[in-house]
């Protein structure tokens, strides 16, 4: 068990650019978790995967934010032409279903 | 509309006494209750759990008590020791969703003095 492994850890960007994160998820956990955290917050839901499909969104995940998990394995995070607010720490987790999350540590984006 | 609060930002004890770390909820949908533990520059990790048919959990120094109809949960650490001192997040789910997808507090700091 490596654990969950998310690339960059850290990533500045100017507004308007877009950024991709990537995340690792333990190989043998079929789900896989988005978060986002901001500070003095606590990590907040935006979407996950069973094996390749994404099976819910939160209302949080605007249409400049994507995310895919092909073949089941690695997931990426897109976010399109960046926006202050974006700034956060996103938080990649995995899991067996129902069992509890195996977080990474994180990608903390600064958008300038 | 915050569904899981932890009104205490902050908490510091004493080596060796005992922490007691509290998360509010106000869905009565939620029935599976989580703490996680947060060092800083990491990510959080699992620390213990409780499902709504219990009201006490125990895992070695840590107990989570449930109190449902108060909608309240406690974690109790005894004996406290400094490497306790980290952020603890309360997460809670409901019996329609998974335990991946919670709903977290914003966390309460605990410092453990030697």
């Known amino acids: 068990d490596t654990g969950v492994s998310q690339d960059p850890r850290h990533k500045i960007t100017k507004r308007g650019q877009n950024v991709t994160f990537r995340c690792d998820p333990i190989?043998?956990?079929?789900?896989l978790y988005w978060y986002r955290q901001t500070l003095g917050q606590g990590p907040e839901f935006l979407t996950y995967?069973?094996?390749?499909?994404?099976?819910?969104k939160s209302r949080l995940l605007s249409d400049r934010f994507s995310a895919e998990r092909p073949k089941g394995s690695f997931s990426t995070l897109e976010i399109q032409r960046t926006e202050q607010g974006d700034s956060a720490m996103y938080l990649c987790?995995?899991?067996?279903?129902?069992?509890?999350?195996?977080f990474g540590n994180g990608t903390r984006l600064t958008v300038t | 509309d915050q569904q899981v609060k932890q009104n205490s930002p902050s908490l510091s004890v004493q080596e060796g006494r005992i922490s007691i770390l509290n998360c509010d909820y106000t869905?009565?949908?939620?029935?599976?209750f989580l703490w996680y533990k947060k060092y800083p520059a990491e990510g959080p990790t699992f620390l213990i759990s409780?499902?709504?048919?219990?009201d006490k959990n125990e895992d070695g120094r840590f107990t989570v008590f449930l109190n449902k109809s108060a909608k309240h949960l406690s974690l109790h650490i005894v004996p406290s020791q400094p490497g306790d001192s980290a952020v603890y997040f309360c997460?809670?789910?409901?019996?329609?969703?998974?335990?991946?997808?919670?709903?977290f507090g914003d966390g309460t700091t605990l410092t453990v003095k030697p």
């Open positions: 987790a995995s899991s067996q279903e129902g069992s509890p999350l195996h």
């Open positions: 995967f069973q094996n390749e499909a994404q099976l819910e």
């Open positions: 409780i499902s709504s048919i219990k």
């Open positions: 997460a809670a789910t409901g019996i329609n969703t998974n335990a991946g997808k919670s709903t």
């Open positions: 190989s043998e956990h079929n789900r």
């Open positions: 869905n009565s949908m939620f029935d599976y």
